[in-house]
């Protein structure tokens, strides 16, 4: 374990994006969304993913410079095409361009095709919040999660965030993979050798099992809810609903198709769409009401929901998006530790490109 | 057990809300979205709910003859204020503006304060369907969902349902509780004084227990995942999202001040808004690409999952909404089982006001 600051995460991983080809300005909104991840505690999805994003751009599935543009639109939708950028670059411009369109007609939804993974989802949620608007973000991804009923694996982890402001209180931003653990949580079990609670995964003739390796031996991560009789059937709708508003909407590639994060792995027979896809949502808050009213009523939301008394041996109620800012503060103050395979994996990036970590 | 025919229970309910006073237009919307439940197999929220209505109207919480309107909106959004009136009827009514919205901009979204319970969320999302759009349509509901590490009841099942058309394949609906399992589900279990499973319920001290009337014993129902361990914060932030927008949006009342259905339930105290909420929103798919392609690309993915290899003992993946299809087909042609309790009520019902079922 080593421990950085953010700023030494950041520069390491802009200077990377820069030897890859990006722009100055495509680098630093690449190392801003990555290290968001860390700074937050989503280890899985920030530095951690740095040398995935460039085996992608060596396997030449990755452009550096890609040509963000809007292919189709309405006053208040827009399809862009991702061009092949980085998902850390199409996922900020395609937010954006749901911002303006909130701005003008109240909300704005953006559906993304020919994208990349696009590090955390709550990081582009969280984009709507300095404009007091609502803001949404979702995004499909490689095909890990069995549908109810089925060992094949159809659907990614496909995550949905959601950020809601509010006044005197901390944002409300809700972040989760629609199954019941994240891959994030999965791998760091499989790296402490340990056992994966039952609902989490199940094996390739489709039984649960605590094996937290059971994907690699042909397995699948389960939807959110676990089996049926606990609801997994709504973890499935959800993780559906994502891969639809991704990638069917935008034509991106979906369901088992979405081509793989790991580089190695080859893209997948006769996809339907380009790349991976993303959905964003903006909409104004005073759109619906004046927006001094709306923040008030969430601070009363928000303070009502602290103060709902706890299950014994909890000592609170957990606001969705509390335990990442506090760990943001932490870490900011007292870095940022990055587990020992990651930190050999950053110093082999660098070397590939002549950056020290 | 009695089998009555669709016609049967639609005329019964419709005379019914005529008696409320409701007018000829409301009776007619209000008859047809309760008996969608039956029809599609959703019992607990068909005619087994009429006296209910009927017990708020009398306790003056539900207004026969609303003013539905408009109080707020820009090209893309709307709040509608329900005036109190039935949520059979409002729905719809907003759901129809977030569908003219849509022509216009592309998108609509609605948000509705003041309104009462609205049957199944299904039916308003598809109504989006014919006009070639995705309808989404969720609502807030009394409180008796514990948010994860709580033992207060602060949420309702708060559902979420989502309708997107396809080609020739039918739609694909989602329409799903927050929680474990829905209160219908529940119920059926209290009725035949079985057990429930585990994550379904918390007794009142915050422990998983199999007692289905937990409930009533100061227990509360579990967010979909069940605890922590198994995703319960993300069924707890899901049922956070739907109560935001539905009421604090709009200036409903939300969290542990909805109102509730039981008419015999006083209101809360400090209600910080008006009834019940709700929030729909329709998205024409070709304000995203081409309708045919967006159609032809859900028959692709809707044919492809239906091909998942089923896990042993399953015959096949179901697509959200085909038990519900299935259901309606053999319920127009073989008549609506309808339990004994049920029939007694309505036949209570039918006897204040003169009509025979």
Redesign the interface.
């Known amino acids: 374990m080593t421990t950085f600051t953010y700023d030494q995460l950041y520069s390491f991983s802009y200077n990377v994006f820069k030897a890859m080809g990006c722009s100055d300005e495509h680098a630093e909104t690449a190392a801003k969304v990555l290290v968001s991840a860390d700074i937050r505690g989503v280890d899985s999805h920030g530095v951690a993913r740095l040398s995935g994003y460039v085996r992608l751009w060596e396997a030449k599935r990755i452009n550096a410079n890609p040509t963000l543009k809007i292919v ?1 639109e ?4 827009a ?1 862009v095409d991702g061009d092949a950028g980085l998902g850390l670059v199409v996922a900020p411009f395609a937010m954006q361009v749901a911002i303006d369109k909130a701005q003008q ?3 704005g ?1 953006v ?1 993304v095709k020919n994208s990349n993974h696009f590090g955390i989802a709550g990081y582009h949620a969280m984009m709507a919040l300095q404009h007091q608007m ?1 803001g949404i973000a979702m995004t499909n991804a490689s095909a890990l999660v ?7 694996k ?1 659907l990614g982890t496909n995550p949905i965030a ?1 950020a ?1 402001p509010a006044g005197n209180q901390p944002p ?1 931003v ?1 972040d ?6 994240s891959n994030g949580k999965l791998e760091i079990l499989q790296r402490k050798q340990a056992e994966a ?1 039952l ?2 995964v ?1 094996d390739k ?2 039984f649960e099992t605590t094996n937290a390796n059971a994907l690699k031996d042909g397995g699948a991560m389960l939807p ?3 089996d049926r ?3 997994s ?6 993780g ?2 994502v ?3 991704s990638a ?4 991106g590639s ?3 198709w979405a081509p793989p994060f790991p580089a190695y792995i080859p893209l997948p027979d006769n996809m ?2 380009q790349g991976l896809g993303h959905f964003f949502g903006a ?3 005073d ?3 004046p927006a001094d ?2 923040t008030q ?2 601070d ?2 928000i303070e ?2 602290r103060q ?5 041996g ?1 000592e ?3 606001i ?1 998006g509390d335990p990442e800012r506090e760990m943001e503060v932490e870490r900011m103050s007292s870095g940022i530790p990055v587990v020992d395979p990651v930190v050999t994996d950053l110093v082999a990036v660098g070397q590939k490109f002549g950056i020290s970590l």
Chains 1, 2 share one sequence.
């Open positions: 189709h309405t006053p208040s939708t399809v007609v109240g909300t939804w559906s609502i069995a549908p109810t009923f089925s060992i094949e159809m959601v809601i409300f809700a989760f993979a629609t199954t019941t653990a609670p609902g989490w199940q003739e489709g959110l809810g676990g009789e606990h609801g059937h709504k973890g499935y709708a959800l559906s609903i891969d639809i508003f069917v909407l935008s034509g979906y369901g088992p339907p769409g909409m104004r808050v759109a619906f009401r009213e709306f009523n969430m009363n939301w009502r929901f709902a008394k706890p299950a014994p909890h609170k109620v957990i969705p």
